[in-house]
């Protein structure tokens, strides 16, 4: 008789058990960050005294700083890192609060200030 | 003024500009599909947490009990040029999720609806939406093999729009399609604005 067939090492974990550290323990519970912000397209930005091997920040901590030393928007921060966007919005609260990113809010559509943005848009559109 | 806004941080780093464009329309009328034909990246999945913790809560101590449902959102990437970039948004198709689209519609440029003629009233709430909120948007009729064609003025009584909404024909397989839905809709929001784009 043949031997049974290799098993996953979780047999009782399959796709539908989702994530098996759940969401917000790398929050430490918490759902909202200290700081109102952080838009799907706000630019992430590290500042210089900020360091990717700092001990005393988290793993995910140091990723976000690692990952921001050029400007990148929070819906992608939180795609590189294959965590929920309010996860990484409560990260990115701590480093604010630490003075080791600065945010760079986007402009809501009603104080763009010029249409020579939507000109560039349509523009760079149609050059594609 | 010499093109756009730059240099945000005054450090000599340049921020780029991201503009919010979303992506509407009932499920199954080719969101993912278009978001991914129009990204210059493959598109990506970002989610969203549903808790049982509201508004008024810090942390969910004593809710561990409630189940957390995640909601994935599509996304994509256009880079106009260094300061430019549009980040397209497909919109979570189920109505129980309309409080993300406040989040997703906050600030967005506009929003392209869309729709499929086999199901027209599926994108009736998307418009609803966008119209409520003041929110500019062009109708995009996706046209999927097969499907019957309607003319766009047959589609527009359907939907009963504003005469001045866009109703544009797509496939939103096609990039260079789609990229002619979002040049409507940036028109379109120009106009609104009362400074037409020209005409290049």
Same mark, same amino acid.
């Given at each position: ?8 090492h979780?047999e ?6 989702g ?7 790398l929050?430490?519970?918490r759902?909202?960050?200290? @700081? $109102? ?6 630019f ?12 005393q920040? @988290?793993?995910e901590h140091?990723?976000l ?14 795609a590189e890192? $294959? ?6 919005r409560v ?15 986007? =402009? ?5 200030? $010029?249409?020579?943005i939507?000109?560039?848009?349509v ?5 594609l | #003024? !010499?093109?756009?806004?730059f240099?945000?941080?005054g ?7 991201a503009?919010k464009?979303?992506?509407a329309?009932?499920f199954?009328a ?10 210059e ?14 508004? !008024?809560?810090?942390d ?12 994935? #959102?599509?996304?994509?990437?256009i ?14 198709g189920? !109505? ?7 989040? =997703? ?10 729709? !499929?003629t086999?199901?027209?009233s ?11 909120r ?11 093999d ?8 047959t ?18 397989? $096609?990039?260079?399609?789609?990229k002619l839905?979002l ?18």
């Amino acid at each position: 008789m043949l031997a049974e067939p290799p098993r996953p090492h979780h047999e009782w974990l399959d796709d539908a058990a989702g994530p098996v550290v759940r969401p917000y323990t790398l929050t430490g519970g918490r759902v909202r960050s200290a @700081a $109102d912000g952080f838009d799907l397209v706000a630019f992430i930005l590290a500042g210089p005294q900020a360091n990717a091997a700092d001990p005393q920040l @988290a793993p995910e901590h140091r990723r976000l700083v690692e990952l921001t030393h050029r400007p990148v928007p929070v819906a992608e921060l939180a795609a590189e890192l $294959d965590l929920a966007v309010g996860v990484v919005r409560v990260l990115l609260g701590d480093l604010l609060a630490r003075g080791l990113i600065a945010v760079h809010e986007p =402009l809501t559509a009603s104080s763009i200030p $010029d249409d020579d943005i939507l000109k560039a848009v349509v523009s760079g559109l149609r050059a594609l | #003024m !010499d093109s756009v806004r730059f240099d945000r941080t005054g450090a000599g780093t340049r921020v780029p500009l991201a503009l919010k464009i979303l992506i509407a329309g009932g499920f199954g009328a080719g969101k993912t599909t278009l978001v991914s034909a129009l990204s210059e990246v493959r598109p990506l999945q970002t989610e969203e947490i549903l808790t049982g913790a509201g508004a !008024d809560t810090d942390d969910i101590s004593g809710v561990e009990g409630k189940s957390t449902t995640t909601v994935a #959102m599509d996304f994509g990437r256009i880079t106009i040029n260094e300061d430019l970039q549009l980040y397209l948004f497909g919109t979570p198709g189920q !109505d129980r999720f309309w409080f993300l689209w406040d989040e =997703l519609a906050f600030g967005a440029l506009g929003a392209v609806v869309l729709a !499929d003629t086999r199901r027209l009233s599926d994108c009736f709430p998307s418009i609803d939406y966008f119209e409520q909120r003041g929110i500019p948007f062009v109708v995009g009729v996706n046209c999927f093999d097969g499907a019957r064609q309607y003319d766009l003025a047959t589609v527009r009584r359907a939907l009963d729009l504003d005469p001045e909404v866009p109703v544009l024909l797509c496939d939103a397989r $096609d990039r260079q399609s789609g990229k002619l839905v979002l040049i409507g809709l940036v028109e379109h929001v120009a106009r609104q604005r009362g400074e037409p784009v020209p005409v290049a």
